[in-house]
T-cell receptor
């Protein structure tokens, strides 16, 4: 089955700096890669996703890149703000399949 | 829309007790799932359902039962709680076949002593 590894487990950045979180996956059949943000005491919320037919996707300060050959994908947050502090999860699955597999999560702290 | 709701928010059980975690959604989503979240392990899929009357096992199904009698509700049952089931449980729903975004509930924090 699919296995997703996520690094780093914790990340501290200064406000205004960029943050990068990296994930690798094992199943070459996976073609849907979402990223979730979880704030304290809440459920995860989708912030961006990418499908295997594109290499990069941007949404304001957030971008995701995908390298299918190497089986890894990354989340990039630019101009970080204190409200970006949260736990971020990557995930992977076969689109239209039923099982979403998550990475272990990254605790992002943005210091002001 | 209320989205995905879960009750209770917190629960303490003794080893061997049983309980049901409730989950409901009002988005008419066919796909619903249960995850448990443990430190350093992300979210792991327990059971899922692709529609009323249909359920299947996820990655960590042992010790849990589910049923799906309606589109809206997807309860998770612990028949005989064990300390290893101490965790935060999340219910999620999405369009058919898990397509696109999964919407998560606020979670239930369960402690088994």
């Amino acid at each position: 089955g699919e296995n997703v590894e996520q690094h780093p487990s914790t990340l501290s950045v200064q406000e205004g700096d960029s943050a990068v979180i990296k994930c690798t996956y094992s199943d070459s059949a996976s073609n849907y890669f979402p990223w979730y943000k979880q704030e304290l005491g809440k459920g995860p919320q989708l912030i961006i996703d990418i499908r295997s037919n594109v290499g990069e996707k941007k949404d304001q300060r957030i971008a995701v890149t995908l390298n299918k050959t190497a089986k890894h994908f990354s989340l990039h947050i630019t101009e970080t703000q204190p409200e970006d502090s949260a736990v971020y999860f990557c995930a992977a699955k076969i689109e239209y399949g039923n099982k979403l597999v998550f990475g272990a999560g990254t605790i992002l702290r943005v210091k002001s | 829309n209320a989205g995905v709701t879960q009750t209770p928010k917190f629960q303490v059980l003794k080893t061997g007790q049983s309980m049901t975690l409730q989950c409901a959604q009002d988005m008419n989503h066919e796909y619903m799932s249960w995850y448990r979240q443990d430190p350093g392990m992300g979210l792991r899929l327990i059971h899922y359902s692709v529609g009323a009357g249909i359920t299947d096992q996820g990655e960590v199904p042992n010790g849990y039962n589910v049923s799906r009698s309606t589109t809206e509700d997807f309860p998770l049952r612990l028949l005989s709680a064990a300390p290893s089931q101490t965790s935060v449980y999340f219910c999620a729903s999405s369009r058919p076949r898990g397509e696109g975004e999964q919407y998560f509930g606020p979670g239930t924090r369960l402690t088994v002593t």
